[in-house]
């Protein structure tokens, strides 16, 4: 039940009253009420004039009510009096092109607008400002949900987490960096500098392996991280531990048009020419298939040679030596040339790999194997039954198939070999460590005309943390106003129980899956 429905709505929608009405355009537009009909229709007028009839009993929903302008700029949501879908893409709205204010409360939550610029809200200064400060005493801010977690931990010795969440784009991995800055800052001491600085170089490293440029994002995470920030009892840190899951593996082999593979291969390709890197046989990303396929090799105001020696960098300060750094690009460029490698198609329904192809033969030796070897089980492939073992050829596309799901595999065991690097180097003292604060970098939501079965992995995880968020803030909330009898209009919101249901729920959408796994395909002639 509704505010709205527990009210004599004829007091509300009398004539002249402010309404949004919806728009094809603009979403939502400005509109009064000319009259007003209950449960029969509604006649509203918008700023140009127009007038437009709703017919309530075809079951079209009123149009929601606006609230007094003097409310608009408030910097929690929670304050309006009318709280839906029009009235805070407003208040957002006319924050952020009015004030140039980015952030706003919705009760616990934190509302983040991505300004996709750089702006002047996280220098040392600003971190101090917010120390010690309890949340509502100065302006919305990732530092002010940073500090409300640490002094909460402080003072209750609780273990918190820091859940960002939000649309591929939204700027989730920049708020999680803060975060870790605002704690790395305020929680060091003197003798914990080095642990601080272990902390950050973590950045540049996951990013170049983990992120990638997408249609909506220059610099989008490609898989979900959860960082644990570890504080012995005096509350400085003294470690952390990095989850990461959900890789987009997919992305190694295939990129659609305007977006790039991981950013680490076009690093490398700029840092070809470096004396440590010739022996890669490294070119323009042009010459590489599984670089090229976007056709956007170079992003806008951003220089990969930078951003690799940055990363080198990074890596040193974290104790990952020349030689595992020297293994690691070793690998990665094995995967560029082995997207290069050349199939002819063959009689009998086989393939072949010419010998003397330059890129198995780079490839071959930066993985260190056999140019023979490599060649035959690019083209072959093994059934085991019983006792015996059959090799069989490949045609042309199920070893490309086999190839990219080995370079795919390759890819994804480098990525969680530097993520136990990583950890190793972030290790406090177990007996140090007293509390922890969790950060999760949850992967974007997206939706494409055609999703993998990747997309609809990270999609289920986003809606598992959606309800959640529903589970704390409406649902537990309002089960204690039922138990302490206080009188309380419910607010409506969308459950997304049924969704996560049809996808779990026995013989579900996994289910379903398994099952088809477990069938052998069959040919149609």
Request: hydrophobic share 40%; charged share 25%.
């Amino acid at each position: 039940m509704s505010r709205l429905e527990t009210m004599d709505t004829s007091a509300l929608y009398t004539k002249g009253t402010r309404v949004w009405i919806s728009d094809r355009d603009e979403v939502w537009k400005d509109g009064v009420v000319v009259s007003y009909t209950p449960r029969e229709n509604i006649l509203v007028s918008d700023a140009a004039g127009t007038e437009t009839l709703i017919a309530l009993k075809d079951g079209s929903k009123i149009p929601p009510l606006r609230n007094p302008e003097i409310l608009t700029m408030e910097n929690n949501l929670t304050t309006m009096s009318y709280l839906h879908e029009p009235a805070v893409l407003h208040s957002l709205s006319q924050r952020f092109t009015l004030s140039n204010n980015i952030y706003t409360y919705c009760g616990i939550v934190l509302v983040a607008i991505n300004p996709y610029c750089d702006v002047p809200l996280y220098g040392n200064e600003m971190i101090w400002a917010y120390k010690g400060q309890q949340i509502g005493q100065l302006d919305p801010h990732i530092y002010a949900i940073s500090e409300d977690a640490y002094s909460e931990m402080k003072t209750l010795g609780r273990n918190q987490s820091i859940i960002v969440s939000g649309e591929s784009g939204a700027g989730k991995t920049v708020s999680a960096k803060y975060a870790m800055r605002y704690f790395a800052t305020v929680a060091g001491n003197e003798q914990e500098t080095a642990i601080e600085r272990r902390i950050l170089s973590t950045n540049p490293i996951m990013e170049a392996l983990g992120n990638a440029k997408t249609i909506r994002n220059d610099n989008s995470s490609r898989f979900g991280k959860y960082v644990e920030l570890e504080f012995d009892k005096e509350q400085n840190i003294v470690g952390a531990h990095i989850c990461t899951y959900l890789l987009e593996k997919s992305r190694v082999v295939f990129q659609a048009k305007n977006e790039r593979n991981y950013h680490i291969f076009y690093q490398m390709c700029a840092v070809r020419d470096l004396p440590h890197m010739k022996h890669l046989h490294l070119k323009h990303p042009d010459e590489f298939k599984y670089t090229r396929l976007g056709r956007a090799p170079v992003i806008d105001n951003v220089d990969d040679r930078t951003m690799f020696l940055d990363m080198g960098v990074a890596m040193t300060n974290l104790g990952i030596s020349e030689s595992q750094q020297a293994f690691l690009y070793s690998v990665l460029a094995a995967i560029l040339h082995m997207g290069n490698i050349k199939f002819t198609e063959e009689r009998n329904d086989s393939c072949s790999v010419d010998g003397n192809d330059e890129h198995l033969k780079i490839a071959a030796k930066l993985l260190g194997l056999e140019v023979p070897a490599l060649q035959k089980w690019l083209c072959h492939k093994t059934i085991k039954a019983r006792n015996e073992t059959i090799v069989t050829s490949l045609k042309v596309k199920d070893a490309m198939s086999g190839m990219e799901a080995f370079v795919k595999h390759i890819y994804a065991s480098l990525f969680h070999w530097i993520v136990k690097l990583l950890n190793a180097a972030l290790t406090g003292g177990k007996n140090e460590t007293t509390n922890f604060i969790g950060i999760l970098d949850i992967y974007g939501f997206e939706m494409f005309d055609q999703n993998s079965f990747e997309q609809f992995c990270i999609n289920y995880a986003n809606e598992k943390l959606q309800q959640q968020f529903n589970q704390h803030v409406f649902k537990l909330e309002q089960a204690e106003y039922i138990k302490e009898e206080i009188k309380w209009s419910f607010i409506d919101f969308t459950d997304n129980q049924p969704c996560i249901d049809l996808i779990e729920r026995k013989m579900g959408i996994i289910d379903l899956l398994d099952e088809q796994c477990k069938v052998c395909r069959t040919v149609q002639g």
